[in-house]
């Protein structure tokens, strides 16, 4: 073979014109181009570190956001952070021998800049400072680095980038809708000077990947010169009626035999929605429990997000059905009890305590999927399916964070059962305390799903009224 032409790097070529470098780059800009190990680290230490600090806010700040969707967008987005956290640590311990600094901020005004955003006293402010400037400038410096740095010689690096960008680049799409639904004109004529103060906080940083100038201006507290105080309360908005209504038992229906499975159907949707509550008392457990292993904050952020879906796919089943789910009580008395009543251990045992009673075949998810699938309603069994899946999944989380930190599994059983019992405020003070009637709704819904289907409501199905009144959701005595 000739070796006798030159191969210039402008116009260098692989066998027959296959892509050289695998098609990574070309030639020139593998020989050109690129970070030093040293640049590639910081930029991705500050990544995770604005990472871990997203993650912090979205968790702080779920359970006392009453807006729902908001509600919902924080669980996805606390996930992506968690997730992402992991990636790109794993990436920086690979490029370097310890200490790594993952547990130090890479730089003083970046903590300025997310407690301020932490300390937002409103709504408005609190998208404002997530969406407008925190994921957005996240998302251009996931770019930068992509832009930056070598595909090749820092491939992985730029694998991970760009699995983050993805993600980042959905949130930016969601934040824009975020920011124009929750900020007004008033709102922005309000907040200017903070929004002014958040980009020369990050100015003073150098940009958050620090690779502009750093600004001389020494960064000033507005909202986070006093320090940010966590609220567990749960708040739902105006469209969630009646919070604390147990009139309607779910689980007592769906465990009578007597009753077919197509009513059913609408108590698995409220179930699934009624699941809100579930990500509200996640985040409080998240919240109140530093120190972890990020592993941890992975993992119950994960389950965090996949309750929060259940919750959507118990949205979506009552709109396929053509009813307003507003005209439903969804209580949130277990969230609450829970948050105020228990230390985040003892919350962490409840949850187990119910997971590992959905696991049984004959009262379980499995149970409830096949209820579904007996429905003949497709959209109901898909997702029994899906949620039947995951609660394996959550099951698992239990025993791998909660059960050796109690001793075994019996033992973590024990304390959630017990834990959940100190809760359980008496249903009839609710009434007297004037805070619900736990009134019936499940006539009304019941005839509505009827009129869907086109069929004349069952009179005895219609008259269901067993409560919550001696029953848990688990089927035990409330005394017990």
Known sequence: MSTDNPMPVDHYAGYRGLPALVGLMDMKSASTHGLTITESVERLKRLHWALRRLHGIFVAHLASMPIYELKMAFSLHAHYCAEHVLHLAGRIREMRQPPY????????????????????????????????????????????????TSRLFDHPTYRAARFAQVEFSEICDYAGSAVHAMVTNTDRATLGGWSTSLQSILAHAGGLDGTMPHATAEPVRVFSAQPFHYNSIPQRDERFIDPYNMGVNAEAMLFNPEIPAQPKTLMLFFKRMREIDVPEMMSSILAETPGKPWEYYRDMTRQLWDEARHAMMGEVGFVSLGIDWRAIPFNFTWSLGLNTMLEPLERHAVLFTIEQGLMPKKNGKEYEWEVAVASANRLSELIQDYDWADEIVHAKVGRDWLVPQIGSQAEALAFGDKSWSRTLVDWAKWREDRLTDHRNWWAEVYSKACEHWGIAPDPNILAYNATYESLRPDMKEVSA
């Open 101 to 148: 600094g993952l547990d130090n901020t890479p730089h003083p005004s970046l903590d300025i800049f997310f407690d301020e955003i932490l300390a937002a006293p409103s709504t408005p402010a609190l998208i404002l400072g997530l969406y407008e400037h925190a994921i957005p400038a996240v998302h251009s410096s996931l770019e930068a680095l992509l832009r930056d």
